[in-house]
């Protein structure tokens, strides 16, 4: 059974600092992998999406790298701001099936402070 | 192009009450989601559309809780009756492609509905 996990749960950090937000899975046989925002009160949003065959997806100050064998994906913010406070969710899809359920973790809630 | 939209964004109920959430995917998209999310902890998927039919409803409780997807396009999540554990956001997602592509689409998702059982 897929087990998705995020660490830390929360983390604060000063404005202006690189930061590595950490999400590790059991099941390395993955479809691909998901990066999503939650800002409070509000819905996900897509971040970068990774395919399997896939190392890494970049947008902007984001970076996201994934290491199927190992179980873990990284999301890099560069050059952190206040605006990129928010909870930040990894969600793995788990086979290439259509009955395939997308996994969530946790999630950690980032605060940036000014 | 417009979100997925959802309604009501809050509500608040007694348990043993019925309630019902409705979702309008962005236009053209296959399939449909709808995931539970209980404060502190990732969504959860309670069931899979692709166009008005069923892919997986695995973990949908399923003596309380129905969906539909009437002619493929908007969608309803009902509770009956309501419980205090159901406390919880229930957002709708959609995606573009259906069938077993999907899953390396990017799913697109709604506001939510923040529902209280008090």
């Known amino acids: 059974k897929q087990e998705v996990t995020q660490i830390p749960a929360a983390l604060s950090v000063p404005e202006g600092e690189n930061l590595v937000l950490n999400c590790s899975f059991t099941d390395s046989a993955i479809y691909n992998l998901q990066w999503f925002r939650q800002d409070p009160g509000k819905g996900l949003t897509s971040l970068l999406l990774?395919?399997?065959?896939?190392r890494e997806q970049t947008s902007g100050r984001l970076n996201a790298s994934l290491d199927k064998s190992s179980g873990r994906s990284t999301l890099y913010i560069a050059a952190s701001q206040p605006g990129d406070s928010a909870t930040y969710l990894c969600?793995?899809?788990?086979?290439?099936?259509?009955?395939?359920?997308?996994?969530f973790g946790s999630g950690t809630r980032l605060s940036i402070r000014p | 192009e417009a979100g997925v939209a959802q309604s009501p964004r809050y509500k608040i109920i007694e348990k043993r009450q019925s309630v019902a959430f409705w979702c309008n995917p962005i236009s053209g998209h296959a399939t449909l989601y709808w995931y539970q999310q209980i404060l502190g902890q990732g969504p959860k998927l309670l069931i899979q559309?692709?166009?008005?039919?069923?892919?997986?409803d695995s973990q949908l409780p399923k003596d309380r809780f129905s969906a539909e997807r009437l002619k493929g396009v908007d969608s309803t999540l009902k509770i009956q009756p309501a419980k205090l554990e159901d406390s919880a956001v229930y957002l709708c997602?959609?995606?573009?492609?259906?069938?077993?592509?999907?899953?390396?689409?990017?799913?697109?998702f709604g506001p939510g509905t923040r529902l209280t059982v008090t």
């Open positions: 559309f692709q166009n008005n039919g069923v892919v997986d």
């Open positions: 969600a793995v899809h788990p086979g290439y099936s259509s009955a395939s359920k997308i996994i």
């Open positions: 997602a959609s995606s573009p492609v259906g069938g077993p592509f999907s899953l390396s689409y990017e799913q697109y």
């Open positions: 990774i395919q399997s065959s896939q």
